[in-house]
């Protein structure tokens, strides 16, 4: 897959970012049912998301469009977002 | 309210749907709470459709009360609950629809909502949303707008969102969609009334129905058209072409699969030429349509200032922390134990002494110049065996509404998002842990629970692991026996038995997981609710359903088992030594006598067990009779066993194959008689082996 590299900020998986980093959704990778999935939870391309906890292992949660998304690591890391400015 | 005018109408218009009476054939259902509802004929049915999460039950609960029938939605292994009700002299049949994110058919539940909507038309749906989570919980909503039903839109838990620093503008949201919009808080069922009131409204004028309907993205616009020109006439009523070219666009298999089968082959094979030059589109549509959502709430929603910490967030530092998370869910899960005894346990001695001991003399003085045979059965049958069962029934009702509470908190999602490390173990994930958490109060909702998760592989493993969970009636009975056959040690025993439970259930995941299913993982995708004050109605209509579902139980199944039990055991003659029942318990003493039982009551006991749980004690007080002096049931069966056999006779009744109720619903819920088998082998392999290794180990050791 090819990440557009504008801006100075790279493409990260959200698994990667701390808790209380915030960006926007850039794509997801996977399967057609768990993007499908996602897509309908909010994680649409563009979609504001935010970590809201993320321990470096095991689940993390995510908010996006005004709901909490606990994400399992696997699906975590297959979530790409471009992160805001800290 | 053109309300009385309209209803002739209705009733012609019922007559020809066909498929109407269909819904009504609801299979029975372990859960079965309220009397039948049969539906008034005549009547306008409103669907309620929303979200997961978003108090569509609750509003389900404040409309129908009590008046309400739960089942299955016909051939499918999803509960399907439906009312009636009146409101301004209109019978209203309520449908509840499964709660879903989208009418995608990614799930069953998807699948059900969106072919009830579509084949059934209800004459209004009312589409619950979460107030705190609008443009996720409008999504659906821009999904129904596609299809042909009228809608109104509860705004619920406006409530939490105002907690939360969120404010709606109720009629900017409803001009800017053109859809009635009520503000609700249908926990303090405030605005239910009127949410009737507006849906009844767009019912008797359809016609002016026109809302803001979201449109796909420019870009896609022209693929559409080519596509909606190439199904032609060729899709049927009650499918539109503009809807089902759109779900074909979004690669949707049940559409995909249906047009296939309906167009001619040279006109699908362009469809599919067309489709496959934009496979992606599907995201873009989703996109779309919180495009569309984003633009329809920009001026009704004033969000909270960035960075607000809320009440959530703080309670999830506790909740969610790997660690404290871990102890504060540990923490409720001793809390919980320890209230469903110390509340429960004087209301079960209670029910036990005086409600049965009035029954027993009752039953006596009426049965004085009976037959021996008619009193005998009545009172040290029927009335020992189920009897003592219906004094477990505290436990069973303290113990779900603290699960009922737990769950309308919030907080249930939490202790899932703790224990998802711990399921991966065994190729599971969190989600696995709540219906497995039910398994604690009883099995068979546990079995019944497994449907929240999304895999087949998934479901059947956690069906496969739920009665290795030790239900109340085991808990019970290991309470009542513990004292007698350990004395002192009796809590530690117990607190060592479940733990066994435990360990076995995580051995038993990760072998089979690594065995039958070599180690594939599940997508986790869950949704976390906001914290919200429970709702007592909601508690107590869960409390009800469940504790309801045992007394069935315990006065059927129990009941007959009891019967048959004293009746074997006092055929022929009369003597229990000489009996058939003691001739079937002595055949299985050879296998007994390597767990260290030797006696035929106890052995058939255990075996009663598959009953039900809690027959165990039933039986041996029905076998054993009424105590001496000085003696309770407990001691006179401690008394036939050595230590080491009466560990091993608790440890297989902890590890036992499950109940007759179970079984069945593991049946049910697998569709597979070979799987329902394995579960039975599977367990009765495992407990008889517990028996015999710890009686063998205590005499090895010489205990």
């Given at each position: 897959?090819?990440?557009?590299?504008?801006?100075?900020?790279?493409?990260?998986?959200?698994?990667?970012?701390?808790?209380?980093?915030?960006?926007m959704?850039?794509?997801?990778?996977?399967?057609r049912?768990?993007?499908?999935?996602?897509?309908?939870?909010?994680f649409?391309?563009?979609?504001?998301?935010?970590v809201?906890?993320?321990?470096?292992?095991?689940?993390?949660?995510?908010?996006?469009?005004?709901?909490?998304?606990?994400?399992?690591?696997?699906?975590?890391?297959?979530?790409l977002?471009?992160?805001n400015?800290? | 309210?053109?309300?009385?005018l309209?209803?002739p109408?209705l009733?012609?218009?019922?007559?020809?749907?066909?498929?109407?009476?269909?819904l009504?054939?609801?299979?029975?259902?372990?859960?079965?709470?309220?009397?039948d509802?049969n539906?008034?004929?005549?009547?306008?049915?409103?669907?309620?459709?929303?979200?997961?999460n978003v108090g569509?039950?609750?509003?389900?609960?404040?409309?129908?009360g009590?008046?309400?029938?739960?089942?299955?939605w016909?051939?499918?292994?999803?509960?399907?609950k439906?009312g009636?009700?009146?409101?301004?002299?209109?019978?209203?049949?309520?449908?509840?629809?499964?709660?879903?994110?989208?009418l995608?058919a990614?799930?069953?539940?998807?699948r059900?909502a969106r072919d009830?909507?579509?084949?059934e038309?209800p004459?209004?749906?009312?589409?619950?949303?979460?107030a705190?989570?609008?443009?996720?919980s409008?999504y659906?909503?821009a999904e129904?707008?596609?299809?042909?039903?009228?809608?109104?839109?509860g705004?619920?838990?406006?409530?939490v969102?105002?907690q939360?620093?969120?404010?709606i503008?109720?009629?900017?949201?409803a001009?800017?969609?053109?859809v009635?919009?009520?503000?609700?808080?249908a926990a303090?069922n405030?605005?239910?009334?009127?949410?009737?009131?507006?849906?009844?409204q767009?019912a008797a004028?359809?016609?002016?129905?026109?809302?803001?309907?979201?449109s796909?993205?420019?870009?896609?616009?022209?693929?559409?058209?080519q596509?909606v020109a190439?199904?032609?006439?060729?899709?049927?009523?009650p499918?539109?072409?503009?809807?089902s070219?759109?779900?074909?666009?979004?690669?949707?298999?049940?559409?995909?699969?249906?047009?296939?089968?309906?167009?001619?082959p040279?006109v699908?094979?362009?469809?599919?030429?067309?489709?496959?030059?934009?496979?992606?589109?599907?995201?873009?549509?989703?996109?779309g349509?919180y495009e569309?959502?984003?633009?329809?709430v920009?001026?009704?929603?004033?969000?909270?200032?960035?960075?607000a910490?809320?009440?959530?967030?703080?309670i999830?530092?506790?909740?969610?922390?790997?660690?404290?998370?871990?102890?504060?869910?540990?923490?409720?899960?001793?809390?919980?134990?320890?209230l469903?005894y110390?509340?429960?346990?004087?209301?079960?001695?209670w029910?036990?002494?005086?409600v049965?001991?009035?029954?027993?003399s009752?039953?006596?003085v009426?049965?004085?110049?009976?037959p021996?045979?008619?009193?005998?059965?009545?009172?040290?049958?029927?009335?020992?065996?189920?009897?003592?069962?219906?004094?477990?029934?505290?436990?069973?009702?303290?113990?779900?509404?603290?699960?009922?509470?737990?769950?309308?908190?919030?907080?249930?999602?939490?202790?899932?998002?703790?224990?998802?490390?711990?399921?991966h173990?065994?190729?599971?994930?969190?989600?696995?842990?709540?219906?497995?958490f039910?398994?604690?109060?009883?099995?068979?909702?546990?079995?019944?629970?497994?449907?929240i998760?999304?895999?087949?592989?998934?479901?059947?493993?956690?069906?496969?692991?739920?009665?290795?969970?030790?239900?109340?009636?085991?808990?019970?009975?290991?309470?009542?026996l513990?004292?007698?056959?350990?004395?002192a040690?009796?809590a530690?025993?117990?607190?060592?038995?479940?733990?066994?439970?435990?360990?076995i259930?995580?051995?038993?995941?990760?072998?089979?997981?690594?065995?039958?299913?070599?180690?594939?993982?599940?997508a986790?995708?869950?949704?976390?609710?906001?914290y919200?004050?429970?709702?007592?109605?909601t508690?107590?209509?869960?409390v009800?359903?469940?504790?309801?579902?045992?007394?069935?139980?315990?006065?059927?199944?129990?009941?007959?088992?009891?019967?048959?039990?004293?009746?074997?055991?006092?055929?022929p003659?009369?003597?229990?030594?000489?009996?058939?029942?003691?001739?079937?318990?002595?055949a299985?003493?050879?296998?007994g006598?390597?767990?260290?039982?030797?006696?035929?009551?106890?052995?058939?006991?255990?075996?009663?067990?598959?009953?039900?749980?809690e027959?165990?004690?039933?039986?041996?007080?029905?076998?054993?009779?009424?105590p001496?002096?000085?003696?309770?049931?407990?001691?006179?069966?401690?008394?036939?066993m050595?230590?080491?056999?009466?560990?091993?006779?608790?440890?297989?009744?902890m590890?036992?194959i499950?109940?007759?109720?179970?079984?069945?619903t593991?049946?049910q819920?697998?569709?597979?008689?070979k799987?329902?088998?394995?579960?039975?082998?599977?367990?009765?392999?495992?407990s008889?082996?517990?028996?015999?290794?710890?009686?063998?180990a205590?005499?090895?050791?010489?205990?």
């Amino acid at each position: 897959m090819i990440h557009s590299t504008s801006g100075s900020h790279p493409i990260k998986v959200i698994a990667d970012l701390p808790p209380g980093a915030s960006g926007m959704v850039h794509s997801l990778t996977g399967g057609r049912e768990f993007c499908s999935r996602m897509a309908n939870l909010g994680f649409t391309t563009g979609a504001d998301v935010k970590v809201r906890q993320n321990y470096g292992r095991g689940p993390v949660v995510v908010a996006v469009r005004g709901a909490l998304v606990a994400l399992g690591r696997a699906e975590a890391t297959r979530l790409l977002v471009r992160p805001n400015e800290a | 309210m053109a309300t009385p005018l309209r209803i002739p109408a209705l009733r012609l218009e019922e007559e020809t749907r066909p498929n109407q009476s269909k819904l009504h054939l609801v299979q029975p259902s372990c859960h079965d709470g309220g009397p039948d509802i049969n539906p008034a004929p005549d009547a306008l049915t409103i669907a309620l459709v929303g979200q997961p999460n978003v108090g569509k039950s609750t509003v389900f609960n404040m409309l129908t009360g009590l008046n309400q029938h739960v089942g299955n939605w016909p051939g499918k292994t999803v509960e399907q609950k439906t009312g009636v009700f009146h409101h301004q002299g209109t019978a209203i049949n309520l449908v509840d629809l499964p709660g879903t994110y989208s009418l995608s058919a990614n799930s069953e539940e998807e699948r059900i909502a969106r072919d009830y909507l579509i084949t059934e038309r209800p004459d209004v749906a009312i589409a619950v949303v979460n107030a705190a989570a609008l443009e996720r919980s409008l999504y659906l909503v821009a999904e129904l707008l596609a299809l042909d039903v009228p809608l109104v839109i509860g705004l619920n838990m406006s409530d939490v969102a105002e907690q939360n620093g969120i404010h709606i503008e109720t009629h900017v949201l409803a001009a800017a969609l053109a859809v009635p919009v009520v503000r609700l808080v249908a926990a303090r069922n405030e605005g239910v009334r009127e949410l009737v009131t507006a849906a009844l409204q767009v019912a008797a004028d359809p016609a002016s129905f026109r809302p803001n309907r979201p449109s796909i993205r420019a870009e896609h616009q022209p693929v559409l058209e080519q596509l909606v020109a190439l199904l032609g006439d060729c899709v049927r009523d009650p499918y539109s072409p503009d809807w089902s070219a759109l779900k074909l666009l979004e690669g949707d298999v049940e559409v995909t699969r249906q047009i296939k089968a309906s167009v001619p082959p040279e006109v699908w094979s362009e469809i599919h030429k067309i489709l496959l030059q934009h496979e992606d589109a599907y995201l873009d549509i989703a996109g779309g349509r919180y495009e569309w959502i984003g633009r329809m709430v920009r001026a009704a929603v004033i969000q909270p200032r960035v960075g607000a910490i809320t009440l959530t967030d703080r309670i999830d530092s506790i909740a969610t922390h790997p660690i404290m998370g871990l102890a504060l869910l540990l923490g409720i899960f001793g809390l919980a134990f320890a209230l469903t005894y110390t509340v429960a346990a004087p209301l079960s001695e209670w029910l036990s002494g005086v409600v049965l001991g009035g029954l027993t003399s009752f039953a006596k003085v009426i049965l004085a110049g009976a037959p021996a045979l008619l009193s005998g059965l009545v009172i040290d049958g029927l009335i020992a065996g189920a009897g003592t069962v219906l004094a477990f029934l505290p436990i069973l009702a303290v113990f779900f509404a603290l699960l009922g509470v737990l769950e309308d908190v919030g907080y249930l999602a939490r202790g899932a998002y703790v224990m998802d490390r711990f399921m991966h173990l065994m190729g599971l994930h969190g989600k696995s842990f709540l219906p497995l958490f039910l398994g604690f109060g009883c099995n068979v909702p546990a079995v019944l629970g497994a449907r929240i998760l999304e895999e087949r592989r998934a479901r059947l493993l956690t069906i496969l692991l739920a009665p290795l969970v030790p239900c109340t009636a085991r808990l019970a009975v290991l309470a009542f026996l513990a004292p007698a056959f350990f004395g002192a040690n009796a809590a530690l025993v117990t607190i060592g038995l479940v733990a066994l439970n435990l360990v076995i259930l995580a051995v038993v995941g990760i072998a089979v997981n690594k065995m039958a299913f070599k180690g594939e993982q599940t997508a986790f995708i869950m949704e976390l609710p906001l914290y919200h004050v429970p709702n007592a109605r909601t508690v107590g209509l869960y409390v009800w359903t469940n504790t309801m579902s045992f007394v069935k139980k315990a006065g059927t199944l129990i009941l007959l088992a009891s019967g048959v039990v004293w009746v074997l055991s006092n055929v022929p003659g009369g003597d229990a030594e000489a009996s058939i029942l003691a001739a079937a318990g002595r055949a299985l003493e050879p296998a007994g006598r390597l767990m260290g039982i030797t006696d035929w009551r106890v052995l058939v006991a255990l075996i009663s067990s598959f009953f039900a749980k809690e027959n165990t004690i039933a039986t041996l007080g029905v076998l054993f009779g009424v105590p001496e002096a000085g003696a309770t049931l407990a001691t006179q069966v401690a008394a036939v066993m050595v230590p080491g056999a009466r560990l091993a006779f608790l440890a297989v009744a902890m590890l036992f194959i499950p109940c007759l109720a179970t079984v069945v619903t593991i049946r049910q819920e697998t569709g597979s008689s070979k799987w329902t088998a394995a579960s039975i082998g599977l367990l009765l392999a495992i407990s008889y082996g517990a028996g015999v290794l710890i009686y063998q180990a205590f005499r090895l050791l010489g205990i």
